[in-house]
Nanobody, 116 residues
Framework: QVQLVESGGGLVQPGGSLRLSCAASLSLFSMYAMRWYRQAPGNERELVAT???????TYADNVKGRFNISRDNTKSTVYLQMNSLKVEDTAVYYC??????????WGHGTQVTVSS
C-alpha cells in the first residue's frame, strides 16, 4: 500500500522557517515527480513547488526565493524548506507523488500556521 507521510508542520512566527518532510513508501520513487500543494481555509488547493525526476524545480510565484524543494531518493523522501514565512503561508501542506495519471498519490497533510 502506497503511503505518503508528511511531517514538520507547526506554529512559527512571521519571518521564521520550517522544513517539511514527506516520506514515501513507493517503489521506483526516483521516477516520480514530487510536488507540494497547500490549501488555506476557504481557498482552493494551490501547487507550491514541483521537483521532477530529472531534478527540475518549479515554484509558485508567491514562494519563489523563499521556499526550496529537494529530495533524497535513497530515503524516498521529499523536503520543502520554507524561509521568511508570511502569515499568508498558513495552510495545510500536502505532499503529492505523480508518475502517470493512474499512479498519483497524496499524503494526508500537515498544518503550517504562521502567526505572531
Amino acid at each position: 500500500q502506497v503511503q505518503l507521510v508528511e511531517s514538520g508542520g507547526g506554529l512559527v512566527q512571521p519571518g521564521g522557517s520550517l522544513r517539511l518532510s514527506c516520506a514515501a513508501s513507493l517503489s521506483l520513487f526516483s521516477m516520480y515527480a514530487m510536488r507540494w500543494y497547500r490549501q488555506a481555509p476557504g481557498n482552493e488547493r494551490e501547487l507550491v513547488a514541483t521537483l521532477n525526476s530529472a531534478g527540475t524545480t518549479t515554484y509558485a510565484d508567491n514562494v519563489k526565493g523563499r521556499f526550496n524543494i529537494s529530495r533524497d531518493n535513497t530515503k524516498s523522501t521529499v523536503y520543502l524548506q520554507m524561509n521568511s514565512l508570511k502569515v499568508e503561508d498558513t495552510a495545510v501542506y500536502y505532499c503529492n507523488a505523480f508518475l502517470v495519471r493512474t499512479h498519483e498519490y497524496w499524503g494526508h497533510g500537515t498544518q503550517v500556521t504562521v502567526s505572531s
